[in-house]
């Protein structure tokens, strides 16, 4: 089993390279959506996924929450994304909608106890 440890190794430095991909992806669709290209957008979200699929790595929640699942596009509020929030009793809930498909996402935005 000497081979083993180095397998982890190198399992390790994909992903970690992986996610650095998935990063400076993320950032160059931001950048696309501002500029207008939202076709770009759409792009470097599908290479986005395909990364995250080849390497089998989680997307960022960061990263995750701001790519349509519909059409795979970078969202950037205010330019191909519309976000509000609702409070339903003491729930407060984030609805994003993608522009460009008219995609709606609904999370629950939870504050942390002071309790634990």
């Known amino acids: 089993m000497a081979g083993s440890g180095m397998r982890s190794t190198n ?3 994909v992903k970690r390279i992986a996610l650095e991909r998935i990063y400076i992806l993320f950032g160059l669709g931001v ?4 500029r ?4 770009l957008a759409r792009r470097y979200g599908e290479l986005i996924y395909r990364i995250a699929t080849r390497v089998r790595v989680k997307i960022p929640r960061n990263i995750k929450r701001w790519i349509c699942k519909e059409c795979r596009a970078v969202m950037v509020p205010g330019v191909n994304a519309m976000v509000r929030t609702r409070r339903e009793g003491k729930t407060l809930r984030i609805v994003t909608r993608c522009l460009s498909c008219g995609w709606i ?9 002071k309790y634990g």
Do not use: M, P, Q, W
């Open 11 to 13: 399992v390790k430095t």
């Open 31 to 34: 950048n696309a959506a501002r």
């Open 36 to 39: 207008g290209d939202i076709g």
């Open 105 to 113: 996402h609904r999370y629950e935005f939870l504050r942390r106890s």
